[in-house]
């Protein structure tokens, strides 16, 4: 981090940011490039592990990827606003970037990874047991190995 005065240092704070945020973007192997994707997520730390979940449709291009490599980068921020600075206008965020393996999870891990979105995206009355059930979703896990935390007003 070129700035290191910005960096978000506390664990606890990067999780705060990453609450903030309602959509991650996804970063995966592909040919040539690299290929992105935004979507929406929820997430829970257990024993000091991170996990993300999302859901997407059971195939295409993101599910292909995958297959073929499971290493995945996130990215998430939030913007709050913009700041005058000398003579100049900047902005307000807040971001995480990690880095981790994402696996397609079933059953009962499927299930707490719908919760856990649902709840994150505000739409917890939805049913998660029916959402996995209906076969028409796939619910991948990333395990997250590193993350880093940036904000430009600490």
């Known amino acids: 981090m070129r700035k ?3 960096e978000i ?17 996804l970063g995966l192997h592909d040919a040539e490039f690299p290929y992105i994707v935004p979507l929406s997520f929820g997430w829970e730390c257990v024993d000091g592990k991170l996990a993300i979940y ?3 449709a059971p195939e295409g291009k993101k599910v292909e990827l995958l297959a073929r490599n ?16 000398g003579q100049s206008v900047t ?9 981790g393996r994402a696996e397609r ?3 009962k891990t499927a299930i707490r990874g719908i919760e856990l979105l649902l709840a994150h995206c505000d739409a917890a009355n939805v ?12 619910v991948y896990k990333i395990s997250i190995d590193s993350i880093t935390g940036k904000k430009r007003f600490i």
């Open 4 to 6: 290191n005065q910005r």
């Open 9 to 25: 240092k506390a664990f606890g704070e990067i999780l705060k940011t990453l609450d903030k945020c309602q959509t991650i973007r």
């Open 54 to 56: 999302f859901h997407c």
């Open 70 to 85: 499971g290493k995945v980068c996130v990215e998430a921020d939030a913007l709050n606003g913009y700041a005058r600075v």
């Open 91 to 99: 902005a307000d965020y807040e971001s995480v970037i990690a880095f």
């Open 105 to 107: 999870v079933y059953g």
């Open 127 to 138: 049913s998660a047991k029916d959402c996995v059930l209906s076969n028409v979703v796939a």
